[in-house]
């Protein structure tokens, strides 16, 4: 029978004030207060503002959630968003703006003032969905009080900025990164040897680097020549995009805004209000950013103007799904949309999220959800822009307001999506039956490194026209994912050959006929499958950030590495190195070896005098490469890339030795499953979770017809998760660790998110 883990730990709700809940929890709402000396602050910062510098006010202390900071810089932000005579303007608030401090590792808060949305519950619902198809921003809610006095309820989002795309995209935070906000929405930025853009189109402008500089604000060191070459190469070598640009998350990017009805976007008549991260395989990525006017409000389909009239409703419900197909102004959707595998692959990931938030109506019970969170803060906030009567009617009809930038007609959110979603499921392109996809199998489930490996599985066409697919795989977070084509064994079953490193693999099946494509995982290449390939001497576990769990011989709480066995027979490790870069091999052991079917702990502190095995370099609490090497045979012996992992928690192979990573409580030289055992059987109980460890999808297995809500808590006791009648759990925005499901605030489950 087939075994799932389980955890037996004792489990207690704890719900403290000094636990490390995330600081864009969507469940949550943050304080921050913020002190001035001066009593004229709202006036000093209007004229910081208006001088564009980007000048910031000192506040004497802000106090986030309790922590107080000094010293900290404050700016109004915003375009449309600010106006002199709002008590409320967005704020932007840098903690670290002349001291070197943090709150819980973020030193840019970035706070909106909610004047487009009635509901405020756009943005954060907005970038909640589209966390889960691509690397998107946080956000939650925050109450802001100056002085001692309430200004009111803000959104809080994830500032884009150097933390975010080292975290995200395993890349040099010194990489080239742009706003794209352009400054001037449609000349030719003074110069008359540039070309005219509209927005931040991606158009090329001319060859020289300053033609760009009026539509790219530059938030890295460098860039202005990479975003000329990056355009020149769209505009004269469409063919080659995947060189150059991330054309799966692309498509997501364009489906998300689409799908959203987002027009204050790329898409949209300005074409702006998205960032472009160069990674370190020199392709661009797109990071969506500023959805306070999805789902609608922003009205304006094309540049207004004499014969472009706002949109009425139903031209929103019914908004083209290929909007700006063929149009040279926009060269991603031209680009994208002529393509015809890339074509299938938009209508298969539009979908996606459809089929997940949508056709269901989860989508409206997250809403009902944000919209309890905030409905205390919001009815005290004498500064709001609407009523609490407009917020609660928007969620699903239309509202009128009064003037100012925030005034006239908005659609209802489920007034609008109901009514596209069901418009986009009857259109031609999404009613074509795509192949359907299943029995992925592994010719051996635990590979050796450096071995090869066959992946197949049964591929039917579900029309007449015969299907063709490809495998996408890479050894790395970090890498591109190489596609290598399924070949056709007969009786349905397809087939690919990859050769494997010495690291985990991860990959995806893609399949399409001639109307229609799919993915297997669903939401790949963000998501994807798992190999592990096992070494005989593996890194087992890591803690970068150890500041209270296990100290060193000189009681001193450093990062630590430990290595594990598989192997009967000890293994010496003179030859052996240890290294943070791949091209310098930073550490070399000593003459140690590691016992058979056993555990070392090496303390990466930097600090070589000290007893015991200390390497010469730290690890990077929010993330990097690890590299075992072997000098005697020049070979990598085990390698991982790893984002993000709170203080205090280890990042463990499980099953131990063997398995994929995951975040959990540090075993520290012992079994990583020693807080789970595995069950044969889930019969004495009234649901069951599987599979389980899971990285995607979980379901509950029962009487599934009994369900009415189901709730995902982390170990700490924060609620991460709301869903209602439905046994299917998405997990994928989930942090890998430990979780525990409570259903119909009754029975509690736990399962291991990889």
Known sequence: MKKFYIIVIAFFWVFSANAQNDFYDENNINTIEIFFSQSNWDQLMDNNYALGNGDRLIADNVIVNGIAFDSVGVKYKGNSSYNTSNNKNPLNIKLNYIKNQDYWGYYTLKLSNGDKDPTFVREVLSYFIARHY?????????????????????????????????????????????????????????????????????????????????????????????????????????????????????????????????????????????YLFKDDNDRYNPIVWDFNESFGHFSMINTPGPGNPPATTQDLQEMDPFLRDGDATRPLCKIIFADQ???????????????????????????????????????????????????TQNITTSVTSGGGPGGGTKVGITELMNARTTYLLAQNRFLYPAPNISNINLSTVNPNPYSTIDISAYITSATSALPTAFLGYRNSPAEIFSKVPMI????????????????????????????????????????????????DLVINELMPLNTSTVADQDGEYDDWIELYNNTNSDIQLLGFYLSDNNNNLKWAFPDTFIVANGYLIIWADENGSESGLHTNFKLNGSGEQLTLYDSTYAMVVDELVFGAIPSDMGYARVPNGTGPFVIQDATFSQNNESSVSVSESFENAEFSVYPNPAS????????????????????????????????KIYISTLKSGMYFIKINNDQTLKFIKQ
């Open 488 to 535: 056709d064994q007969g009786s349905g079953v397809f087939s690919a050959t990859i050769n494997l490193g010495a690291s985990d693999v991860q990959y995806y099946i893609y399949a399409e006929n001639s109307g229609a494509g799919i993915f297997s995982p669903v939401r790949a290449e963000h998501e994807f499958y798992t190999i592990s390939v096992t070494a």
């Open 134 to 274: 691509m690397q998107a921003p946080k956000a939650n809610y925050t109450q802001v009080y100056i002085n001692g006095n309430y200004i009111g309820l803000y959104g809080n989002i994830e500032s884009i900025n150097k933390k975010f795309v080292e975290e995200r995209f395993y890349s040099d935070d010194d990489n080239t990164l742009f706003k794209c906000n352009p400054q001037n929405l449609g000349g030719g930025g003074g110069n008359p040897n540039c070309s005219s853009g509209i927005g931040s189109s991606l158009e090329y402008l001319g060859p020289d680097s300053i033609c760009y500089e009026d539509y790219y604000e530059l938030q890295s060191d460098y860039g202005l020549e990479d975003m000329k070459n990056f355009t020149y190469q769209l505009d004269q070598n469409p063919n080659n995009i995947e060189q150059h640009f991330d054309v799966d998350r692309g498509i997501w990017f364009l489906v998300l805004n689409n799908l959203f009805v987002n027009m204050d976007s790329y898409i949209g008549p300005f074409c702006q209000n998205y």
């Open 341 to 391: 595998t890339y074509r299938k692959m938009y209508v298969a990931h539009m979908k996606t999220i459809i089929d997940e938030f949508f056709s269901n109506n989860y989508y409206h019970q997250k809403a009902d959800s944000l919209h309890s969170t905030i409905s205390a803060a919001f009815q005290s906030d004498q500064n709001t822009f609407y009523t609490w009567n407009q917020a």
């Open 696 to 727: 995607n999808i979980i379901f509950l297995k029962g009487n599934v017809s009994t369900i009415e809500k189901i709730a995902v808590f982390t170990i700490f006791g924060q609620k991460v998760l709301s869903q209602y009648n439905t046994n």
